[in-house]
Nanobody, 125 residues
Framework: VQLQASGGGLVQPGGSLRLSCVAS????????IGWFRQAPGKEREGVSC????????YYADSVLGRFTISRDNDKNTVYLQMNSLKPEDTAVYYC???????????????????WGQGTLVTVSS
């Protein structure tokens, strides 16, 4: 398994969740890692991306200030800490390989076609 995501669930508005994505050594070396989400009837959205080799980060405007992406190089793991969750954050969240250059240029888009399984985040009272 190249990417393995976990951590979704049901949470009330204002609550928090942390998603985790474990990557293979190959992916960790050559790609950035991103979190993408897709809600029913909506297009897929790039939520946040992080490079494994520098401190460049990307956040979508919709999550800026509420979500924090981080990495643990010893564990080849990327985390997405989601705070102050809103009902509109409800979606299936996927981790995927992203372009390192894209993150350096301030963008976040899938690159390399490696995807973890989706994890459902439901924000509801």
């Amino acid at each position: 398994v190249q990417l393995q995501a976990s951590g979704g669930g049901l949470v009330q508005p204002g609550g928090s969740l942390r998603l985790s994505c474990v990557a293979s050594e190959f992916i960790w070396e050559y790609y950035a890692i991103g979190w993408f989400r897709q809600a029913p009837g909506k297009e897929r959205e790039g939520v946040s991306c992080i490079s494994s080799s520098d401190d460049r980060l990307y956040y979508a405007d919709s999550v800026l200030g509420r979500f924090t992406i981080s990495r643990d190089n010893d564990k080849n793991t990327v985390y997405l800490q989601m705070n102050s969750l809103k009902p509109e954050d409800t979606a299936v969240y996927y981790c995927a390989t992203a372009s390192k250059k894209g993150v350096q240029d301030g963008t976040c888009f899938p690159h390399g076609n490696w995807w973890g399984q989706g994890t459902l985040v439901t924000v509801s009272s």
